[in-house]
């Protein structure tokens, strides 16, 4: 016996005319000016590496060093968590995102112990993106490999 | 005790709140209810060493009280009925550790508490406990770490998500008739269904959980012959704004009154709008303070006569989240009502 006077998808044209969206046009906006900021530092970072004569392979290395411990750094005295809130894919995208996926398990399963706890939970986030990001740059090598005599 | 229709039990021997006591967190502490609240935390670690222990600690402290407003030991009650939103019910299981009450676990995800007065109402009606205590909890950073993300992780939430609430609620009910026990006797419960109207989207709990509210809200009505303006209000569990306008538009095209002005969100009491909690608070512990706390309380100054009180919980787990199932919704109601 059913009271209910919808069907499922009666109910799910309600739902979605009484939920609010999401501010789209805001969230781009944001997203786009904290993404460009911490992009401008990456290319200054990478600038000024040149500049100590780091070379070009070292220099982008560098520079993902320092913003991944940035974004470390920011986890960890709690502001990073407040910026994602606020610009989205803006700070999630960056290499400091990755740094903020990776440290944030790390803080937060410290209470289950080194090795079921920070060990097993460290890429919970962050796996996905080495797991599929390892996985497209072998498979781009292999078509590298397999073209490079027509393409170059 | 006896029954009415499917759902209902009718509560022959209307079993007595005696004590009651609420215990809210840091920001439930700043929200509209603030003053209602037995207890505000300053730290919602309580001095423990994890949020688990913190939770586990909030509900040993929030029994430890309505105890002590009734002036009665751990030893003398006989049974303590709740649970939480933690795996495997610890918070309430370890509080029941330590308090050392004959413990009744329960699960009915954030309408627990209800589900509890349902139950303690019906054993003690039907002679089976002289009293039991019902207790339920829910702390927003235990809740994160289970079913979303670490705390410092930095994403967004949607317009429809709700707030994990930091808080818990205890109720303390006695057999008709034992000393002195005020005004309030809870009279009859129902018990709801499991209601799913595929609702997929984890983050609106409000929509998932509003279909199983108005079935039950409907066999309560049914059940016992009584129509929404027999309660001086109906406080749904935590639905949230947006859950409710849709319980409104569910009752409206079934034709059930419900008059808006009588029926309020816990969820959607619990915060104000500037506290960014988006749809309204949730969690175990949001229907249990608000009802232990606000509610209770108005009844006993005699603003209110009968309450019907409704808890709504989702049906979900992160793995049936993460295997794509929809989100069932399961309610129970029961009402207080002032004896004289």
Known sequence: ????????????????????PSRHLRGYLRAFWVGGVICVLGQALTLWAETLSLGETTAPMFTTSVLVFLGTTLTGIGVYDRIGKYAGAGSAIPVTGFANSVAAPAIEFQ?????????????????????????????????YWLIRGWVL | ????????????????????????????????????????????????????????????????????????????????????????????????????????????????????????SAL???????????????????????????????????????????????????????GHSGPLRTTCGTVGRVIDLNITDANHMGAAMAPAVFDCIAAHLSD?????????????????????????????AAGVALPPDRLIDCGASLFYQEQDA??????????????CGWLMKRLEQGELRRLLLVGSGAMLSPTSSQQGQSVPGIAYAVAIERED
Not at chain 2, 225 to 250: K, Q, S
Request: charged share 15%; hydrophobic share 45%; proline share 5%.
């Open chain 2, 278 to 291: 988006h749809a309204g608070g949730s969690g175990c512990g949001c229907v249990a303070s608000v009802s």
């Open chain 1, 111 to 143: 209470r289950e112990g080194a090795i079921t706890g920070v060990g097993a939970r460290l890429f919970t986030l962050a796996g996905p993106v080495l797991a599929y990001g390892i996985a497209a740059s072998v498979l781009v090598g292999i078509v």
């Open chain 2, 1 to 120: 005790m006896s029954r009415a229709g499917k759902q209902t039990f009718v509560y022959d021997r209307p079993p007595a709140i005696v004590a009651h006591a609420s215990i809210a967190g840091p920001k439930e502490g700043q929200g509209p209810l603030a003053e209602w609240f037995d207890v505000v935390l300053e730290d919602d670690l309580l001095g423990q060493k994890s949020w688990e222990l913190a939770e586990m600690e909030m509900v040993r402290r929030c029994v430890q009280r309505a105890l002590n407003d009734a002036h009665m030991g751990e030893d003398a009650v006989q049974a303590m009925l709740g649970g939480d939103l933690n795996n495997q019910i610890i918070a309430s299981s370890f509080a029941a550790r330590a308090l050392g009450i004959p413990f009744i676990g329960l699960y009915g995800a954030c309408s627990t508490f209800v589900q509890a007065l349902v139950l303690g």
């Open chain 2, 124 to 178: 003690i009606s039907g002679g089976d406990l002289d009293n039991a205590v019902c207790a339920a909890s829910s702390h927003f950073c235990t809740a994160e770490r289970q079913f979303r993300f670490p705390l410092e992780l930095g994403s967004q939430r949607p317009p429809q998500a709700s707030w994990t609430a930091t808080a818990c609620g205890c109720a303390l009910l006695t057999a008709p008739g034992e």
């Open chain 2, 224 to 252: 016992t012959g009584r129509g929404a303006g027999d309660y001086d209000l109906i406080a749904t569990g935590d639905l949230g704004w947006i859950g409710r306008n849709l319980l409104l538009e569910l009752a409206d």
């Open chain 1, 1 to 20: 016996m059913s009271r209910l006077p919808f069907t499922p998808d009666e109910y799910g044209e309600i739902v979605s005319k009484l939920t609010p």
